[in-house]
């Protein structure tokens, strides 16, 4: 696969997952754990690390999100 951006606005992504995570808690009564990676490179790669941000939260006292700088994703 080639390289793609899917997200490359960190503010707006941060804000955005806190805005779910928000109406997830009026609406249920659950815990939800978000992951973000944002950077350039293969997508596979950006789904692994916001999928190991997602288990950060999870591992660190849930109900959160995890955010990682801007890198390259290799």
């Known amino acids: 696969m080639g390289e793609k951006s899917l997200v490359t ?11 779910i995570l928000e109406a997830i808690r009026k609406e249920i009564n659950i815990t939800m754990s978000i992951g973000i990676a944002i950077g350039e490179g293969p997508t596979e790669a950006l789904f ?7 288990y950060i939260s999870k591992n660190t006292g849930k109900n959160k999100i995890t955010t990682q700088n ?4 290799s």
């Open 48 to 54: 692994k690390l916001a999928d190991e941000r997602m």
């Open 70 to 73: 801007p890198v390259e994703a």
């Open 9 to 19: 606005d960190t503010m707006f992504t941060e804000r955005l997952a806190e805005k």
